[in-house]
């Protein structure tokens, strides 16, 4: 049984910096890519970014350069570091664990598990 658990979201001003924590269960998380994912209110889920099992990373563009993805095996952990934020990026940020060993999914349709989401709210 796949279960994830995010954490860390919450209220920033703009430009502030916040901190998300994915906590995953279940066998053989290493082998698995992993993606951050976000769903603003009246908008279709939109991907973040993608770490691959290898550590490979991907970005959309309305966030590179600001935010980081990167996981740690030993601890079933993905983090998504994201700083000088903006408005614009308030939505709920949902972790993801893909469904079979693919190598860079980029579509919501190609993850299996997905986790309760956390709101992240950015204030001008």
């Known amino acids: 049984q796949v279960q994830l658990v995010e954490s860390g979201g919450g209220l920033v001003q703009a430009g502030g910096s916040l901190r998300l924590s994915c906590a995953a269960s279940g066998r053989a998380f290493s082998s698995y890519a992993m993606g951050w994912f976000r769903q603003a209110p009246g908008k279709e889920r939109e991907l973040v970014a993608v770490?691959?099992?290898?550590?490979?990373?991907y970005y959309a563009d309305s966030v590179k350069g600001r935010f980081t993805i990167s996981r740690d095996n030993a601890k079933k952990l993905v983090i998504l570091q994201m700083n000088s934020l903006k408005p614009e990026d308030t939505a709920v940020y949902y972790c993801?664990?893909?469904?079979?060993?693919?190598?860079?999914?980029?579509?919501?349709?190609?993850?299996?598990?997905w986790g309760q989401g956390t709101q992240v709210t950015v204030s001008s």
């Open positions: 993801a664990r893909a469904g079979g060993l693919l190598t860079m999914p980029t579509v919501p349709a190609q993850y299996l598990y």
């Open positions: 770490i691959s099992s290898g550590g490979s990373t």
